[in-house]
């Protein structure tokens, strides 16, 4: 039996209201959304970077703003409404199996983005990659980043997270694929695609990259 909108949106809001916990939230979701994740070979042993396209959500999926403006961090940016993402983080917790942290910009309800795992940056401006860099680089969790920036057509693949996979030593990097659309209804599909060891990759472009501050480096030195 599928999960009815009101359903959905009740279930919600005792969660931002501080009814339920997350946890509950997502046990009580997970009875009643369809989700299909497949049992893929991921590390859990060590920290991956797991890249993927950025899935849109059906309209039943988002929250009314005036239920939720004050609460979770509050509508800080003053949208009409708000995707509570939780279905899509569900699908990424059944896959990885160990911490992690999404990448998202801060749009408003912040306390509630950070309790699903998301690290949040800068809407706007440069910097964004090193941002990520110094949250993390005392940190072992798996990071999640959707490299085409938003919710639309792969036109645009930003390469930054090979930059921050390199500066943070992740050598591993999983490809995956979601419904291009999640819904109550579903299909919410995960799958995997490719897990690729950067290893060789990595060291060579680090090496690479060293090699030429030392020559700048030596350079300067005899001017």
């Not at 910009?105 to 941002?131: F, P, Y």
């Not at 390469?159 to 999640?182: M, N």
Request: hydrophobic content about 45%; some cysteine; glycine content about 6%.
């Amino acid at each position: 039996m599928f999960m009815e909108k009101s359903e959905y949106i009740d279930a919600s809001l005792r969660y931002f209201r501080g009814e339920v916990s997350l946890a509950a939230l997502i046990d009580d979701l997970e009875q009643r959304i369809p989700i299909d994740v497949a049992a893929v070979a991921l590390p859990s042993d060590v920290r991956v970077m797991l890249i993927s396209n950025h899935p849109a959500a059906h309209a039943d999926l988002t929250l009314p703003a005036e239920h939720i403006a004050g609460l979770k961090g509050g509508n800080s940016r003053n949208f009409p409404s708000f995707w509570f993402p939780i279905v899509r983080q569900m699908m990424l917790m059944r896959a990885l199996q160990r911490r992690f942290f999404t990448i998202a910009h801060d749009i408003g309800w912040s306390v509630a983005m950070q309790e699903m795992g998301h690290l949040l940056i800068r809407h706007e401006g440069n910097g964004r990659c090193q941002e990520i860099i110094s949250k993390l680089r005392d940190d072992d969790s798996s990071i999640v980043i959707f490299p085409e920036g938003g919710v639309r057509n792969l036109e645009t693949f930003r390469t930054g997270f090979f930059y921050i996979a390199c500066e943070l030593g992740i050598k591993h990097l999983a490809v995956c694929t979601f419904s291009p659309v999640l819904s109550l209804e579903g299909p919410n599909i995960f799958r995997v695609s490719n897990v690729r060891d950067m290893s060789q990759i990595m060291d060579s472009v680090v090496n690479f990259v060293n090699v030429q501050r030392d020559t700048i480096a030596g350079a300067i030195a005899t001017i």
